[in-house]
Protein backbone atom coordinates (compact mmCIF):
# COMPACT_ATOMS: atom_id res chain seq x y z
CA UNK A 1 0.00 0.00 0.00
CA UNK A 2 1.33 3.45 -0.90
CA UNK A 3 2.62 6.09 1.76
CA UNK A 4 -0.27 8.00 1.27
CA UNK A 5 -3.02 5.79 0.69
CA UNK A 6 -5.93 6.28 3.10
CA UNK A 7 -7.18 3.59 5.03
CA UNK A 8 -10.31 1.72 3.96
CA UNK A 9 -11.25 0.74 7.82
CA UNK A 10 -11.28 3.91 8.58
CA UNK A 11 -13.08 5.42 5.37
CA UNK A 12 -15.69 3.02 5.84
CA UNK A 13 -16.16 4.02 9.90
CA UNK A 14 -16.25 7.63 8.94
CA UNK A 15 -19.16 6.73 6.59
CA UNK A 16 -21.26 4.61 9.04
CA UNK A 17 -20.43 7.11 11.42
CA UNK A 18 -21.88 9.99 9.49
CA UNK A 19 -24.81 7.82 8.23
CA UNK A 20 -24.03 8.38 5.09
CA UNK A 21 -24.21 5.62 1.74
CA UNK A 22 -22.17 4.51 -0.74
CA UNK A 23 -21.19 7.87 -2.36
CA UNK A 24 -19.29 9.00 0.93
CA UNK A 25 -16.31 6.47 -0.14
CA UNK A 26 -14.22 7.65 -2.95
CA UNK A 27 -13.64 4.91 -5.61
CA UNK A 28 -10.11 6.11 -6.67
CA UNK A 29 -8.81 6.46 -2.71
CA UNK A 30 -10.30 2.85 -2.14
CA UNK A 31 -8.22 1.78 -5.28
CA UNK A 32 -5.31 3.50 -4.07
CA UNK A 33 -5.11 2.06 -0.60
CA UNK A 34 -5.74 -1.31 -2.38
CA UNK A 35 -2.90 -1.37 -5.20
CA UNK A 36 -5.50 -1.04 -7.79
CA UNK A 37 -5.69 0.96 -10.87
CA UNK A 38 -9.83 0.78 -10.19
CA UNK A 39 -12.49 -0.51 -8.42
CA UNK A 40 -16.37 -1.10 -9.00
CA UNK A 41 -19.31 -2.18 -7.66
CA UNK A 42 -22.39 -3.51 -9.18
CA UNK A 43 -25.28 -5.11 -8.13
CA UNK A 44 -27.50 -7.97 -9.60
CA UNK A 45 -30.75 -7.32 -11.25
CA UNK A 46 -32.92 -8.75 -14.16
CA UNK A 47 -30.39 -8.33 -16.96
CA UNK A 48 -27.01 -9.25 -14.56
CA UNK A 49 -24.92 -6.36 -13.02
CA UNK A 50 -25.79 -2.71 -12.82
CA UNK A 51 -22.75 -0.61 -11.99
CA UNK A 52 -23.75 1.79 -8.82
CA UNK A 53 -19.95 2.61 -7.47
CA UNK A 54 -17.11 3.29 -9.84
CA UNK A 55 -14.68 6.28 -10.48
CA UNK A 56 -16.03 7.96 -13.87
CA UNK A 57 -12.55 8.73 -14.54
CA UNK A 58 -11.88 5.12 -14.43
CA UNK A 59 -12.51 4.75 -18.15
CA UNK A 60 -10.53 1.24 -18.07
CA UNK A 61 -12.55 -0.10 -15.65
CA UNK A 62 -15.94 0.42 -16.50
CA UNK A 63 -14.63 -0.71 -20.17
CA UNK A 64 -13.92 -4.40 -18.89
CA UNK A 65 -17.40 -4.17 -16.71
CA UNK A 66 -19.35 -3.29 -19.87
CA UNK A 67 -17.71 -5.84 -21.63
CA UNK A 68 -18.43 -8.52 -19.40
CA UNK A 69 -21.99 -7.23 -19.18
CA UNK A 70 -22.15 -7.55 -23.00
CA UNK A 71 -21.00 -11.19 -23.62
CA UNK A 72 -22.46 -12.77 -20.35
CA UNK A 73 -19.36 -14.06 -19.05
CA UNK A 74 -16.19 -13.00 -17.02
CA UNK A 75 -14.69 -12.62 -13.25
CA UNK A 76 -17.28 -10.10 -11.84
CA UNK A 77 -20.53 -11.97 -12.66
CA UNK A 78 -18.29 -15.26 -11.85
CA UNK A 79 -18.30 -13.60 -7.81
CA UNK A 80 -21.96 -12.03 -8.35
CA UNK A 81 -23.74 -15.31 -9.40
CA UNK A 82 -21.34 -17.94 -7.23
CA UNK A 83 -20.92 -16.12 -3.98
CA UNK A 84 -17.02 -16.70 -4.49
CA UNK A 85 -14.23 -14.60 -4.89
CA UNK A 86 -12.56 -14.65 -8.00
CA UNK A 87 -9.10 -13.85 -8.12
CA UNK A 88 -7.39 -13.59 -11.32
CA UNK A 89 -3.23 -13.09 -11.19
CA UNK A 90 -3.02 -12.38 -14.42
CA UNK A 91 -6.07 -12.77 -17.36
CA UNK A 92 -3.26 -14.01 -19.93
CA UNK A 93 -2.75 -17.08 -18.40
CA UNK A 94 -6.28 -18.08 -17.78
CA UNK A 95 -7.80 -21.42 -20.21
CA UNK A 96 -9.73 -19.58 -23.44
CA UNK A 97 -12.20 -22.32 -22.05
CA UNK A 98 -12.91 -20.10 -19.08
CA UNK A 99 -13.99 -17.26 -20.86
CA UNK A 100 -13.78 -17.94 -24.52
CA UNK A 101 -15.24 -14.33 -25.93
CA UNK A 102 -13.72 -12.32 -22.92
CA UNK A 103 -10.18 -13.52 -22.83
CA UNK A 104 -10.43 -13.31 -26.97
CA UNK A 105 -11.45 -9.63 -26.50
CA UNK A 106 -9.06 -8.99 -24.37
CA UNK A 107 -5.96 -10.78 -24.81
CA UNK A 108 -3.25 -7.62 -25.77
CA UNK A 109 -5.39 -5.19 -23.80
CA UNK A 110 -5.20 -4.21 -19.97
CA UNK A 111 -6.54 -4.96 -17.56
CA UNK A 112 -4.32 -7.98 -16.60
CA UNK A 113 -5.33 -8.66 -12.82
CA UNK A 114 -8.57 -8.81 -11.90
CA UNK A 115 -9.89 -9.48 -8.62
CA UNK A 116 -13.68 -9.78 -7.75
CA UNK A 117 -15.38 -10.47 -4.19
CA UNK A 118 -19.51 -10.97 -3.91
CA UNK A 119 -21.67 -8.81 -1.55
CA UNK A 120 -23.26 -11.84 0.26
CA UNK A 121 -26.16 -11.08 2.66
CA UNK A 122 -26.44 -14.47 4.22
CA UNK A 123 -27.12 -16.62 1.34
CA UNK A 124 -27.97 -13.97 -0.80
CA UNK A 125 -25.54 -12.84 -3.47
CA UNK A 126 -25.73 -9.06 -3.76
CA UNK A 127 -23.12 -8.11 -6.57
CA UNK A 128 -19.89 -8.49 -6.66
CA UNK A 129 -16.71 -5.44 -5.82
CA UNK A 130 -13.60 -5.72 -8.54
CA UNK A 131 -10.60 -4.51 -8.63
CA UNK A 132 -8.75 -4.06 -11.51
CA UNK A 133 -4.41 -3.50 -12.31
CA UNK A 134 -2.89 -2.87 -15.26
CA UNK A 135 0.12 -5.14 -14.11
CA UNK A 136 -0.17 -8.69 -13.25
CA UNK A 137 0.41 -10.45 -9.77
CA UNK A 138 -1.45 -11.13 -6.34
CA UNK A 139 -2.52 -8.85 -3.61
CA UNK A 140 -0.52 -8.77 -0.33
CA UNK A 141 -2.25 -10.50 2.84
CA UNK A 142 -2.83 -6.83 4.08
CA UNK A 143 -4.27 -5.35 0.74
CA UNK A 144 -6.89 -8.52 0.51
CA UNK A 145 -8.05 -8.34 4.22
CA UNK A 146 -8.37 -4.37 3.47
CA UNK A 147 -10.25 -5.55 0.06
CA UNK A 148 -12.65 -7.94 1.78
CA UNK A 149 -13.40 -5.29 4.52
CA UNK A 150 -14.19 -2.82 1.73
CA UNK A 151 -16.75 -5.74 0.46
CA UNK A 152 -18.41 -5.95 4.03
CA UNK A 153 -18.61 -2.78 4.71
CA UNK A 154 -20.00 -1.76 1.54
CA UNK A 155 -22.70 -4.36 2.22
CA UNK A 156 -23.52 -3.35 5.19
CA UNK A 157 -23.66 0.15 4.11
CA UNK A 158 -26.11 -0.69 0.71
CA UNK A 159 -28.25 -2.51 3.38
CA UNK A 160 -29.18 1.10 4.80
CA UNK A 161 -31.85 3.52 4.14
CA UNK A 162 -29.33 5.73 2.71
CA UNK A 163 -26.76 2.98 0.94
CA UNK A 164 -27.02 3.93 -2.40
CA UNK A 165 -28.43 7.63 -2.30
CA UNK A 166 -26.48 10.39 -3.23
CA UNK A 167 -25.68 12.29 0.10
CA UNK A 168 -25.17 15.72 -1.98
CA UNK A 169 -28.22 15.24 -3.92
CA UNK A 170 -30.14 12.60 -1.61
CA UNK A 171 -31.54 11.25 -5.18
CA UNK A 172 -30.53 7.40 -5.53
CA UNK A 173 -26.76 7.29 -7.36
CA UNK A 174 -26.91 7.56 -11.28
CA UNK A 175 -27.32 4.21 -12.89
CA UNK A 176 -23.68 3.37 -15.02
CA UNK A 177 -26.46 1.69 -17.74
CA UNK A 178 -29.25 4.27 -17.41
CA UNK A 179 -29.25 4.49 -21.58
CA UNK A 180 -28.92 0.99 -22.00
CA UNK A 181 -32.21 0.69 -20.24
CA UNK A 182 -33.90 2.98 -22.26
CA UNK A 183 -32.82 1.47 -25.01
CA UNK A 184 -33.88 -1.75 -24.54
CA UNK A 185 -37.52 -0.04 -23.20
CA UNK A 186 -37.37 2.11 -26.54
CA UNK A 187 -36.65 -1.45 -28.58
CA UNK A 188 -39.90 -3.33 -26.68
CA UNK A 189 -41.69 -0.83 -28.00
CA UNK A 190 -40.79 0.33 -31.51
CA UNK A 191 -40.58 -3.62 -32.14
CA UNK A 192 -42.52 -5.53 -29.92
CA UNK A 193 -39.85 -7.62 -28.05
CA UNK A 194 -40.03 -8.55 -24.77
CA UNK A 195 -37.57 -7.53 -22.44
CA UNK A 196 -35.41 -9.71 -22.63
CA UNK A 197 -35.61 -9.67 -26.47
CA UNK A 198 -34.60 -6.22 -26.58
CA UNK A 199 -31.69 -6.33 -24.06
CA UNK A 200 -30.32 -9.90 -26.41
CA UNK A 201 -30.34 -8.13 -29.69
CA UNK A 202 -28.85 -4.85 -28.03
CA UNK A 203 -25.87 -6.98 -26.89
CA UNK A 204 -25.95 -8.91 -29.88
CA UNK A 205 -25.20 -6.21 -32.28
CA UNK A 206 -22.75 -4.50 -30.05
CA UNK A 207 -20.58 -7.45 -29.99
CA UNK A 208 -20.59 -8.33 -33.52
CA UNK A 209 -20.41 -4.84 -34.41
CA UNK A 210 -17.32 -4.27 -32.13
CA UNK A 211 -19.15 -1.28 -30.93
CA UNK A 212 -19.21 0.05 -27.19
CA UNK A 213 -22.70 -0.93 -25.59
CA UNK A 214 -23.28 2.01 -24.57
CA UNK A 215 -22.56 3.65 -27.90
CA UNK A 216 -25.26 1.08 -29.67
CA UNK A 217 -27.56 2.09 -26.72
CA UNK A 218 -26.93 5.84 -27.00
CA UNK A 219 -27.96 5.45 -30.97
CA UNK A 220 -30.97 3.53 -30.40
CA UNK A 221 -32.33 6.15 -27.65
CA UNK A 222 -31.45 9.40 -29.66
CA UNK A 223 -30.85 8.41 -33.39
CA UNK A 224 -34.47 6.02 -33.18
CA UNK A 225 -32.10 3.15 -34.51
CA UNK A 226 -33.79 -0.63 -34.17
CA UNK A 227 -30.43 -1.83 -35.22
CA UNK A 228 -31.35 -3.58 -38.62
CA UNK A 229 -28.68 -1.10 -40.48
CA UNK A 230 -25.48 0.17 -39.20
CA UNK A 231 -25.56 3.23 -36.67
CA UNK A 232 -24.83 6.08 -37.39
Not at 52 to 60: L, Q
Not at 124 to 133: D, I, N, P, S, W
Not at 165 to 182: F, K, N, T, Y
Request: charged content about 15%; aromatic content about 4%; hydrophobic content about 45%.
Amino acid sequence: MPADAPDIPALLAAAAHAGHGLSALSPAACALDLGFDGLTLGLLNASGLELVWYDPADTAGTAFEDLQYTLGEGPTLDAARTGEPVLVADLRDVPESRWPALLSATRHKAPRAVKAVPLNLGAVQLGALTGYRRAPGPLTRSQMAHFLALAEGATTILTTPQGIRDMGSDEPLALHRAIVHQAVGALTVRLGLSVDQALIRLRAYAFTHNRPLQGVAYAVVHHHADLDAPLP
